[in-house]
């Protein structure tokens, strides 16, 4: 296994915080709190992202609605029981955020280096755009791992599919938030909203796991 070490999951985000701090958890008296960023895509769409951020940051910036900031953090994922289900839920865990004064042209780029945890899921779309699902382990300290879904497009699309279990893998690519309807019990549509690793740039490493 690699060495674990703080630049195997690197998020660097800019954009608007969209909607008031609400309280999240205690760890150890110290507090944490949730809210969500919008990024604007190179095209004239945008992302909208949870983030998670410690008291000790909000000390030293004002987080008002539309606040343009700067975000530098890791894509983090915890169990979470929902409808008697656990899910598996995704947030940006905040190392350090600035206020910004302009965009910029890169508002939004993630780095993992981890392993294939999951046998890859190759598809095509009904225009026949090749399409690879990823799940990718991510391991941080005490023990601990993140799981992020990843999805690769066209021909890292076919280079992806052929991965196994346990390959370790560096990807880069950007945070994206993507909705979805799903039929409730009772037959009504709802909209819910997956977030998932969109991968421009992905590496197979070694075996022996030196570069």
Known sequence: MIAVKEDTNIVNLKG????????????????FYTTKI???RLSESYDVLPITIS??????VDLNENKLVKVTGQLRSYNKNIDNKNRLVLTIFVRDIKQE???NKDP?????DGYVCKEPIYRKTPLGREITDLLVAINRPYNKSDYIPSIVWGRNAKFAKSLKVGDRIQIW???QSREYEKKREDGEPIKKVAYEVSISKIKKMSENNND
């Open 16 to 31: 608007t915080i969209e909607n008031n701090l609400q309280f999240s958890h205690e760890i150890f008296g110290e507090k």
């Open 108 to 112: 939004n780029s993630i780095f993992l």
């Open 173 to 175: 690519g950007r945070v």
């Open 55 to 60: 008291e000790r940051l909000l000390e030293e």
């Open 101 to 103: 004064e302009e965009d």
């Open 38 to 40: 919008k990024i604007n």
